[in-house]
């Protein structure tokens, strides 16, 4: 049950992001720097995950949070604020499909990779995975001829 439930939040994690880009596209035409529109979206994020860790663990979650601030727990933020602006430019420059395409398509490639090499005993990724990934790609590269 819980398989379901988390493959139903992905799926509308796929659409909310979708979504987002398609509105910071929007924010971005009405200001002078896609860097604005980054902001907005970190701070809306910042506050609404603020309030939330306030509301479950009051000022403790707070302080725990800001005790454990280093240069390392600072790159996740800067490597998603960098996928929501590469997104952000290829929905504007490419259109969404190819940008979901290309994205997707990089995520898988590098996903297998890491999987294969990040375990207790490297192993090769299955011949299933691997044909999948050349007809994930094989479609990315349909997309992209599309729109030429």
């Keep these: 049950m819980q398989s379901y439930t988390t493959v139903i939040i992905l799926v509308a994690a796929g659409i909310s992001l979708v979504i987002q880009n398609l509105m910071m596209v929007k924010i971005t035409e009405k200001v002078s720097t896609v860097t604005i529109t980054l902001l907005l979206n970190s701070i809306s994020g910042l506050l609404i995950l603020l309030t939330i860790l306030c509301i479950k663990n009051g000022m403790s979650g707070l302080n725990e949070a800001i005790k454990n601030i280093s240069p390392m727990t600072l790159v996740p933020g800067a490597l998603g604020s960098f996928f929501v602006f590469s997104g952000v430019l290829g929905y504007k420059h490419l259109g969404a499909a190819i940008t979901i395409a290309i994205l997707v398509g990089s995520q898988l ?7 294969s090499i990040s375990t207790p005993i490297p192993s090769k990724p299955a011949l299933s995975t691997i044909i999948g990934a050349i007809l994930l790609m094989a479609g990315v590269v349909l997309i992209i001829q599309s729109k030429k």
């Excluded at 490639?109 to 999987?115: G, T, Y």
């Design 109 to 115: 490639v590098f996903s297998i990779i890491a999987d």
